[in-house]
């Protein structure tokens, strides 16, 4: 008998407002997708096919147009505590040091602030970031202010994180150590994950799985396992491997090809 998933999308259209008052651009049609507990999940797709759409409405700040979203069986009406969003935006505040700004979910949810600021730090050195505390925002690279957006949604504990193209605005170095750390995060934070990417190689470096959209309106067309282990994931490792690059040639040609005429979503494994 399966594990029920911990994410279930059935028959999900998600639409926005066009630019003409009263008018709706359909962003996602007929999008089915089960994603299960402890899952690393990429999320991959040209430009336009409703990847971002897709994660705002796992994350509840857009209501189905049709079909829905369960999470735990139960129907996701809105946002909450459980879905935690780390944006491509550092959205830091700019007057609170390292360590408020990790905490701040806590203060919101009205912790004392000697346990937030014991959560936080526990939740900065996670991430590799004990020893700057005290700074602020500008005193930051790009990559630490990143890292301090994902240890603040880790703080708030919640059972699936929900990335949008997180670290898109990060010199390609800092991007793979990055991606190193959450690779290693995550690992021992056990979460339910949804990452949303361009990149092909970061989908096969982050992932246990990729999910493949059309392009818009977006399906799932293809779902690819990843083989690697999170233990044995290095840049280094990947970039010496021949299954790795296998599978970026897979992916590619899913995502440059366009799909059947029919449109009809298609499970592929490697």
């Not at 991430?127 to 690279?141: D, F, I, M, T």
């Not at 603040?152 to 800092?174: H, I, K, S």
């Not at 361009?198 to 799932?220: K, N, Q, Y």
Request: hydrophobic share 45%; aromatic share 6%.
């Amino acid at each position: 008998m399966h594990a029920r998933p911990k994410i279930a999308i059935a028959g999900l259209a998600l639409d926005y407002p066009g630019a003409a008052r009263g008018s709706a651009h359909r962003a996602v049609e007929d999008l089915d997708l089960d994603i299960a507990a402890d899952e690393f999940l990429c999320v991959l797709g040209p430009s336009g096919c409703g990847k971002s759409t897709l994660l705002a409405a796992i994350a509840g700040f857009i209501a189905p147009a049709h079909g829905g979203i369960l999470m735990d069986g139960k129907p996701v009406t809105g946002p909450g505590a459980d879905r935690g969003v780390v944006f491509q935006e550092y959205a830091l505040l700019p007057w609170m040091n390292v360590l408020d700004n990790a905490a701040l979910g806590l203060k919101l949810r009205g912790m004392p602030k000697p346990q937030r600021h014991e959560e936080a730090r526990r939740f900065l050195t996670l991430a590799n970031l004990r020893g700057v505390e005290n700074k602020y925002p500008h005193e930051l690279s790009g990559g630490m202010k990143q890292r301090v957006a994902v240890a603040r949604t880790l703080a708030n504990a919640p059972e699936v994180m929900l990335m949008d193209e997180p670290f898109a605005a990060v010199d390609a170095q800092t991007r793979m150590t990055l991606q190193e750390e959450l690779v290693r995060i995550c690992a021992r934070s056990r979460l339910t994950v949804v990452f949303i990417t361009h990149s092909v190689e970061e989908a096969i470096f982050l992932g246990d799985r990729v999910a493949v959209m059309t392009p818009g309106p977006g399906r799932i067309r293809a779902s690819i396992p990843i083989p690697f282990p999170r233990a044995d994931r290095t840049w280094a490792a990947q970039n010496a491997s021949r299954e790795f690059a296998g599978l970026r040639d897979r992916l590619l040609e899913l995502v440059r090809t366009p799909p059947a005429p029919s449109g009809t979503a298609v499970a592929a494994a490697i």
